[in-house]
């Protein structure tokens, strides 16, 4: 097996998801800020004060068919697809479910390094911070970030025995 090819579109596309995932999320926090209220730390959710606006709710769900089902459906079909070409054997199971897991995998760790830990617990971007709740402590509690991303973590292997079966399927 050419595991170094399945490693290159699994990292590659995971990458380029992790990006789209990273503007989506500033271009979500633009049109409202509170619309990723449920994902701070409680703390901060207290202090804030307001549950999520009905804008916040609705641009909520307009950023998880964008992530999911404008980049995220396309980008693993394009790996599967150039996977598929550039595997020796065509594409198979394993191959398909490492590939689709890495991409998750590699969006997991995007949003934990880069999106929590560099941006809004380093940077803290006056955009993601909830208004009334500025130099909060809990911005920077890399702890409950980690947490979060460990409960996340079981999707990685939905995601890529769902994909390796739905690409073995079609092929």
């Given at each position: 097996m050419q595991w170094s090819v399945v490693l290159g579109y699994g990292l590659g596309y995971g990458l380029a998801l992790s990006v789209l995932?990273?503007?989506?999320?500033?271009?979500?926090?633009?049109?409202?800020r509170d619309f990723?209220?449920?994902?701070?730390?409680?703390?901060?959710?207290r202090r804030y004060g307001r549950p999520k606006s009905a804008r916040g709710r609705r641009v909520?769900?307009?950023f998880g068919v964008f992530v999911w089902a404008v980049c995220g459906l396309?980008?693993?079909?394009?790996?599967?697809?150039?996977?598929d070409g550039a595997l020796d054997d065509g594409l198979e199971f394993l191959p398909?479910?490492?590939?689709?897991?890495?991409?998750f995998a590699t969006l997991t760790v995007w949003?934990?390094?880069?999106?929590?830990?560099a941006i809004l617990a380093g940077l803290r971007p006056r955009l993601l911070v909830l208004p009334g709740t500025e130099g909060m402590a809990e911005y920077?509690?890399?702890?409950?970030?980690?947490d979060a991303a460990l409960k996340g973590t079981p999707l990685i292997l939905v995601v890529g025995l769902l994909t390796g079966g739905v690409a073995t399927l079609i092929a």
């Open positions: 995932f990273t503007a989506a999320l500033f271009a979500g926090a633009a049109l409202s990723l209220l449920n994902d701070y730390p409680p703390a901060i959710q909520a769900v307009l396309p980008l693993l079909t394009a790996a599967m697809v150039g996977l398909a479910a490492v590939c689709g897991a890495l991409v949003d934990l390094l880069v999106v929590d830990w920077r509690d890399l702890r409950f970030h980690l």
